[in-house]
Nanobody, 124 residues
Framework: QVQLVESGGGLVQAGGSLRLSCAAS????????MGWFRQAPGKEREFVATINWSGSSTYYADSVKGRFTISRDNAKNTVYLQMNSLKSEDTAVYYC?????????????????WGQGTQVTVSS
């Protein structure tokens, strides 16, 4: 099973940017689709974005479309989430997830491995 560690979270002002990283170990991620999810205080975890094994296909939640970009570097075994034009409602713990397979997962897909999360706080 692949192990995932997120980094790059922090405190940023509204309108600012952050780039999250998800470093994988244990297995190479080139057989895995990857996803980002988030959970705000008092709310359920929600889907943010997914990317297929090669990076050729991506899918975003409507709430982040046009502001966030998911990407991957299989040579570095790392997945990224570039977040621009951040809003206070983007404040949450962000989780990276991996799903074995070559297709593009849907927001309701079951993922096989999860990271511990990284906190993103956007001040208004």
């Amino acid at each position: 099973q692949v192990q995932l560690v997120e980094s790059g979270g922090g405190l940023v002002q509204a309108g600012g940017s952050l780039r999250l990283s998800c470093a994988a170990s244990g297995r190479t991620i080139n057989s895995y689709a990857m996803g980002w999810f988030r959970q705000a205080p008092g709310k359920e975890r929600e889907f943010v974005a997914t990317i297929n094994w090669s990076g050729s296909s991506t899918y975003y939640a409507d709430s982040v479309k046009g502001r966030f970009t998911i990407s991957r570097d299989n040579a570095k075994n790392t997945v990224y989430l570039q977040m621009n034009s951040l809003k206070s409602e983007d404040t949450a713990v962000y989780y990276c997830a991996a799903k074995l397979g070559l297709g593009l997962p849907s927001p309701r897909s079951e993922f096989d491995s999860w990271g511990q999360g990284t906190q993103v706080t956007v001040s208004s």
